[in-house]
């Protein structure tokens, strides 16, 4: 019997599975699941079957973020039905074994929980992503994570955004959870960010044995930050760039953005101000990966969470 009246019940969360490589190019992901894939003892727990996998492998053999298409943007329906074979794109013809090995998204049969590891090359530090305010599951894990890593710090960035939100490799688990640790270069190792990639993993980990060992997980709230508008370089009438990151927003991620504060600096030196209507915490400032998709930033607004008691059904 549970001692809280309104705790959510989820099923043993047995399948789990780590994902490196998504981005062959975010060194922390790739070379930790290779290294778990030769011994997995670290992440295994008595109750966990743990599967480190990498999911992009031809990326990962260029050092690339992809081969034809972003794979972290190819979980959509679409794709994971589309017909064609070996003339589909390859990280769509990928998406669809992922989900045939881990998936099939949105179905009983698939995996628990999956975390999927990225690098930024934004000052980010340690940010866990979420893809929905209700998952009571992943709530309390992002909350035991924060209390398990203090002094250390890590934050939870929330992409339910209608528009914003995009079909990610961990969204076939029924659990999924992106990590996103920064600032790492593309292509290169710091073994401050492995380091600290590591350890989220570990007490991720354990906090999943603890639940399948049937501890009760009481209300709690989490504090995050919601994806609320993707902000753009300033362009000429040509779709060139012309201004940078502003020097006193540059690193700022999670520091609050206020109306009127410097937010870009043209290349003849003028500053465009920040206009929107209140305070947000921007965040991915100056993603090298987001050039492409015509993003300087992400603005979030910062909202507590209520996150019910969990236990085993
Ligand atoms: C820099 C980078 O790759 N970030 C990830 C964020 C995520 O996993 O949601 C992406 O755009 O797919
Ligand atoms: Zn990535």
Not at 13 to 41: C, D, P, Q, Y
Not at 277 to 284: D, K, L, N
Request: glycine fraction near 6%; proline fraction near 6%; aromatic fraction near 10%.
């Amino acid at each position: 019997m549970s001692s809280y009246n309104n705790s959510a019940c989820y099923s043993e969360a047995r399948r789990v599975a780590i994902f490196g490589g998504t981005h062959g190019n975010e060194m922390s992901g790739v070379t930790l699941v290779n290294l778990w894939m030769k011994n997995s003892a670290e992440v295994q727990r008595k109750r966990v079957e743990t599967k480190p996998f990498i999911t992009n492998p031809k990326a990962v053999e260029k050092c690339t973020r992809y081969v034809d298409t972003d794979l972290n943007r190819a979980f959509t329906p679409e794709n994971l039905s589309a017909p064609g074979g070996d003339d589909l794109p390859y990280e769509v013809q990928r998406a669809q074994e992922i989900n045939r090995i881990f998936g099939p998204k949105g179905s009983p049969e698939a995996y628990d929980v999956i975390f999927d590891l990225h690098n930024t090359t934004s000052n980010m530090g340690c940010t866990l992503i979420l893809e929905s305010s209700k998952d009571h599951f992943n709530l309390q894990m992002m909350n035991y994570i924060k209390k398990a890593i203090a002094p250390a710090s890590c934050l939870v960035l929330l992409n339910e955004h209608p528009l914003l939100k995009y079909s990610t490799s961990r969204s076939v688990a029924k659990h999924p959870v992106g990590l996103e640790v920064g600032p790492q270069p593309q292509g290169v190792l710091r073994s401050n960010i492995f380091e600290a990639m590591r350890v989220i993993l570990k007490h991720a980990l354990d906090f999943i044995e603890l639940f399948n060992e049937g501890m009760e997980f009481p209300p709690c709230t989490v504090e995050v930050f919601r994806v609320s508008e993707r902000i753009d370089y300033p362009r000429d009438a040509n779709g060139n760039i012309i201004a940078m990151v502003h020097p006193n927003l540059q690193d700022g991620d999670w520091e609050p953005l206020n109306p009127g504060d410097p937010m870009f600096q043209t290349f003849d030196g003028k500053t465009i101000h920040y206009q929107g209507s209140g305070t947000v915490y921007p965040t991915f400032i100056n993603e090298a990966a987001y050039y492409e998709k015509q993003q300087a930033f992400v603005t979030t607004r910062r909202e507590t969470l209520v996150a019910s008691a969990i236990r085993k059904a």
